[in-house]
């Protein structure tokens, strides 16, 4: 066989045994009680997309409407989140990988406690670990701090380059707060541009 037959039939075993993995990781969320938002919680929110996105894209916690249904962005702020891919960056929802710091939903949404971000956090980065993306999307500071390991605030965070184990990330405001401040949507876009440079070729970011 030649090398390119090789690579046809090696590529798809390799992306295979990701999605296997998390799968298996999804399953192990499933029945997580590392923290005790385990108890109030309706299900778990481990992810929604492709296993082998070229973007994922990383918010802070389930709501409401994601704990009910058990998929990441689907309230409000994830029809905001959909309308920046789809209207936006001319994607489908089910071309990139969606996914929280947080796996369950805090109590009347309220911020989740660092304990509970430390618990969860393996979780997130062997997500990230599988997938491989191009490019990552911190949707707000508690995305941005719990990858990058900073206290700097989101607006601070914004407007560079950061790498999170090699692959570029880009920091902007999480969609609740631009559901919020509608004045600042213009912002979050220019950082979607920079993404949309990742992902067309047009820049490679490096560390
Ligand atoms: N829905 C999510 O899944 N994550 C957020 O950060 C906000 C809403």
């Not at 990781?25 to 309706?42: F, N, S, T, Y």
């Not at 509970?116 to 500071?141: H, S, T």
């Not at 541009?193 to 490679?204: C, D, H």
Request: proline fraction near 8%.
């Amino acid at each position: 066989v030649s090398a390119e037959e090789v690579e046809t039939v090696a590529s798809p075993t390799v992306s295979g045994d990701a999605v296997a993995q998390l799968s298996a990781l999804e399953e192990a969320v499933r029945g997580c009680r590392q923290c005790a938002l385990c108890d109030g919680r309706k299900q778990t929110v481990f992810a929604q997309g492709s296993p082998t996105a070229d973007i994922v894209f990383v918010g802070e916690a389930p709501g409401e409407q994601e704990d009910i249904q058990g998929l990441p962005f689907v309230g409000p702020s994830g029809q905001l989140l959909t309308d920046i891919i789809t209207k936006g960056m001319k994607m489908q929802r089910e071309d990139v990988y969606i996914c929280n710091v947080i796996k369950c939903r805090p109590p009347n949404n309220r911020d989740p406690l660092p304990a509970e971000k430390d618990a969860c956090e393996p979780y997130l980065l062997q997500q990230l670990d599988l997938v491989k993306p191009k490019v990552i999307c911190a949707l707000g500071g508690h995305a941005a701090k719990t990858l990058l390991k900073t206290d700097e605030s989101t607006g601070s965070l914004r407007e560079k380059w950061h790498f999170y184990h090699g692959i570029p990330l880009r920091v902007t405001y999480h969609p609740a707060y631009l559901l919020r401040s509608p004045g600042e949507k213009r912002k979050a876009w220019d950082d979607i541009q920079e993404v949309l440079k990742v992902l067309n070729g047009e820049i490679t970011p490096t560390p």
